[in-house]
């Protein structure tokens, strides 16, 4: 079967990255699928993660004022799939225009659209009465586009809710990267937290509750792992609560498993995810989680109270004191990443790409017949 994945990206070092490098290896080398992915102006191919070498990856330039934008877009993808011609297209694209590809295409075949954030990103807090409606008025266009796919995929239950009253929804989750045999011994007094600086992982909370957390365990440290950005100023945030000593600022790592087996806790600060691909992995590793119960992923993923903590969205002292609780209690860390381990097991990556492989073959039965 012939698969193209059409996606903005696949240099970056991000979840959908990270995910869109395993589904491919699995689907191109175990099952056999012929897998073209096509990026916008990444003629020069670097992926952070490893792609596999049986999968053909194609970038066309897209750029100018708007017009040219458009222009060099849609005859881009359409030569492409003309050339290629996919029996299966899956868009990976988040943003407004991949909901117009079955629109734009001159070619009658099976189009999936993957969502792998939560509506969620598009609104922050502190925009205008005006820059608010004009997401809300995004919100209800992307909606109605969404019917036009001929699935439309989603990562948790959750996420069902932000899509009212569509019929061509389903679930299929994020496949884990890794599930080494190895788990954290979960001794060392270190925490971990993944993910780029900006206003969605919410590390500006996190560096006040752990402020909190420092109060009465002085001796951990806070390790986060992600894309640097100085415009977040989350060092001068550190420096101003005076936690600058045990928090520590580090680049995205390839081998971010070492790094989950040298913890002791995993926290998730995020105040929205599509997922929570980071949860599935220390929890892999045997690292119990402590999340926000934020919109969505982390509710779907951890038992609360069993194997992690889920509290109240933003709430910084339920967050410090959750972190408190398993500091406090190895032995309850203990249980809760034993338990984590063997929940998560619902999410290795032989089970989930053989969902897409079912709901592949199913839609292509469906569109010959």
């Not at 036009?148 to 989750?173: C, H, R, Y």
């Not at 894309?227 to 977040?232: C, D, F, L, M, S």
């Not at 390839?254 to 220390?282: C, H, P, T, W």
């Not at 045997?286 to 069993?306: K, T």
Request: charged share 20%; proline share 4%; glycine share 6%.
């Amino acid at each position: 079967m012939k698969l193209l994945y059409i996606t903005n990206g696949i240099n970056g070092a991000g979840g959908l990255e990270r995910v869109l490098s395993i589904k491919t290896k699995y689907l191109a080398e175990d099952y056999r699928y012929d897998i073209t992915i096509l990026t916008l102006n990444e003629l020069v191919h670097a992926p952070f993660y490893e792609f596999s070498d049986k999968v053909k990856l194609v970038s066309i330039n897209v750029g100018g004022n708007l017009v040219s934008y458009i222009k060099s877009y849609i005859s881009g993808i359409n030569k492409l799939v003309k050339d290629f011609a996919p029996d299966v297209i899956s868009v990976c694209d988040d943003g407004l225009k991949g909901f117009f590809i079955p629109t734009i295409l001159k070619k009658n075949t099976v189009i999936i659209y993957e969502r792998h954030v939560s509506k969620e990103i598009e609104m922050q807090e502190g925009f205008s009465l005006l820059k608010q409606i004009s997401v809300k008025i995004k919100w209800l266009l992307m909606n109605k586009l969404a019917r036009n796919f001929s699935k439309f995929i989603v990562l948790t239950n959750g996420n069902i809710k932000e899509w009212p009253g569509l019929d061509n929804i389903s679930i299929i989750a994020n496949p884990l990267s890794f599930y080494p045999s190895q788990s954290s011994l979960l001794k060392n007094k270190k925490i971990i937290a993944v993910g780029k600086h900006g206003y969605q992982k919410g590390f500006d909370i996190l560096l006040r509750s752990w402020q909190l957390v420092q109060q009465l365990h002085p001796d951990w440290q806070l390790n986060i792992y992600g894309k640097i950005e100085p415009a977040a100023k989350l060092q001068q945030l550190a420096n101003e609560l005076k936690v600058n000593e045990t928090v520590f600022f580090y680049p995205p790592e390839k081998n971010i498993q070492d790094k989950y087996l040298q913890s002791s806790i995993y926290v998730m600060s995020s105040r929205y995810e599509g997922f929570g691909m980071v949860l599935i992995e220390a929890m892999a590793c045997g690292v119990p989680c402590v999340s926000f119960d934020c919109n969505y992923g982390p509710s779907d993923i951890i038992q609360n109270e069993i194997d992690g903590y889920v509290v109240e969205n933003s709430n910084e002292r339920a967050l410090a004191n959750s972190i408190n609780e398993l500091i406090a209690k190895p032995d309850l860390r203990e249980a809760m990443g034993e338990k984590a381990k063997q929940n998560v097991k619902r999410f290795l990556s032989e089970t989930i790409v053989k969902q897409w492989d079912d709901l592949f073959n199913k839609l292509v039965n469906e569109n010959n017949f």
